[in-house]
């Protein structure tokens, strides 16, 4: 089974996983300095998934984080990033060039034997980082396709899951659509799980006019 607690030195705040092979192995969920060197160093991060499109936008405080996130890949600190450069916006689409997909394998590898198949036991202790701009949409949106397909929760326990240790949570309502029809593909469902997609008024993504099938609405 999977366990999360609340991971320290994370803004806004974090999640610690464990994965049941490798026990020690943990993934944090967080803002964009959880990938700096500080906390890189302090938690024996090697493995990221930058979920934002950050290290794409030209602005100089950004240019000098991303430029930090390659030099730690250049002297060996980190192992493998994968960048989605993905926005935060309802119309970004997660699913495109099976990019979610990609993340959660990453992942995956990651937690399981270390991201390269082989199994290093001399680094049973290395972490993973799955951030974002903030840790409150993109990366949580990675965080709970893992939970949903490789750790079998439906998508509202897996939201639940994220919730306790990160109320900063604010998913926009695209990732939550595409969310729930990997969840309905995946189990095999007819409807989500998730409560608040029920709730939430129906936008023009999924208004009565779209032809898209209501079956996991």
């Not at 990160?166 to 990732?175: A, I, L, M, P, Y």
Request: proline share 2%; glycine share 8%; hydrophobic share 40%.
């Amino acid at each position: 089974s999977v366990v999360l607690d609340a991971a320290r030195d994370v803004a806004p705040s974090g999640v610690a996983v464990w994965h049941g092979r490798t026990p020690r192995r943990r993934m944090y969920l967080g803002a964009r300095t959880s990938s700096s060197a500080p906390f890189v160093r302090e938690n024996n991060v090697r493995f990221v998934v930058n979920a934002s499109n950050a290290h794409l936008v030209p602005r100089a405080d950004y240019a000098k984080w991303a430029r930090g996130v390659e030099q730690l890949e250049a002297d060996g600190v980190l192992r493998r990033v994968l960048r989605l450069g993905w926005a935060d916006f309802a119309s970004q689409s997660l699913l495109e060039d099976d990019a979610l997909q990609r993340a959660v394998r990453f992942i995956d590898d990651a937690l399981c034997d270390g991201g390269g198949g082989d199994g290093d036991a001399d680094d049973d202790d290395a972490t993973l980082v799955v951030h974002c701009m903030q840790g409150k949409s993109r990366s949580v949106s990675v965080v709970v396709a893992y939970l949903v397909t490789k750790c079998g929760h439906t998508l509202q326990h897996a939201f639940e899951l994220v919730r306790r240790v990160n109320r900063g949570e604010r998913v926009n309502d695209g990732f939550k659509r595409m969310l729930a029809e990997l969840e309905c593909r995946h189990h095999g469902l007819a409807r989500t799980t998730l409560v608040d997609y029920h709730r939430a008024p129906r936008t023009a993504a999924s208004s009565d006019d779209d032809d898209t099938d209501d079956a996991c609405a």
